[in-house]
């Protein structure tokens, strides 16, 4: 067990939907990143926040957004799904601001039909 | 940019004999190197990091990775597999220490190791 929380564990939704995943890092972590992997992509960073603010962006569409709150768990926000969106999205946190470790959950698995 | 190249998408042994899963990485800084293993439906576990200290790398399980920068290259071994170690294995790099990118995590493509008994 890594100490970091995603809910939910799985999503189904239709397209056009808009979902919410959650992430808690573990205790004392400021960073949290969120990476999506598929099966035609492999495994992808997101997005990147430390200390609420956002650090890096990588290839994270106009429809996903991402937010970290003042307790420092996180949200990725999916909007406008479409079929291809479905993966499995990993959410990761760290001490600091890069280069250390990352600590992964265990995914949430959306599938969008 | 960093770049991950692994060189073999499957890798088939026997249980007991030596695991060889080969990595190249591509980066215009001194990089942190990671291998991390995904088993059957769960998260990414950290096998083991290279930091610039020392080039060979012991892990978790019995794995080691040897950090070669002539040959660019960051290769897993293990002396004996087990049949646990069914898996799949990424060798990451890290983004450019001091940039913004840091936490930016660059995986590759992945090789499913399986052993047989």
Partial sequence: ??????????????????????CSP?????????YQQSLDQGLQFLIQYYNGEERAKGNILERFSAQQ????????????LELGDSALYFCASSVAAGGETQYFGPGTRLLVL | AQSVTQLDSHVSVS???????????????S?????????????????LKYTSAATLVKGINGFEAE?????????????SAHMSDAAEYFCVVSGNAGGTS????????????????
């Fill in chain 2, 67 to 79: 950090f070669k920068k002539s040959e660019t290259s960051f290769h897993l071994t293990k002396p």
């Fill in chain 2, 102 to 117: 840091y936490g930016k995590l660059t995986f590759g493509q992945g090789t499913i190791l399986t052993v047989h008994p």
């Fill in chain 1, 1 to 22: 067990d890594s100490g970091v929380t995603q809910t939910p564990k799985h999503l189904i939704t239709a397209t056009g939907q808009r979902v919410t995943l959650r």
């Fill in chain 1, 69 to 80: 709150f003042p307790d420092l768990h996180s949200e990725l926000n999916l909007s406008s």
């Fill in chain 1, 26 to 34: 573990r205790s004392g972590d400021l960073s949290v990143y969120w």
């Fill in chain 2, 15 to 29: 249980e007991g004999t030596p695991v060889l899963l080969r990595c190249n990485y591509s980066s215009s800084y």
């Fill in chain 2, 31 to 47: 990089p942190s190197l990671f291998w991390y293993v995904q088993h059957p439906n769960k998260g990414l576990q950290l096998l």
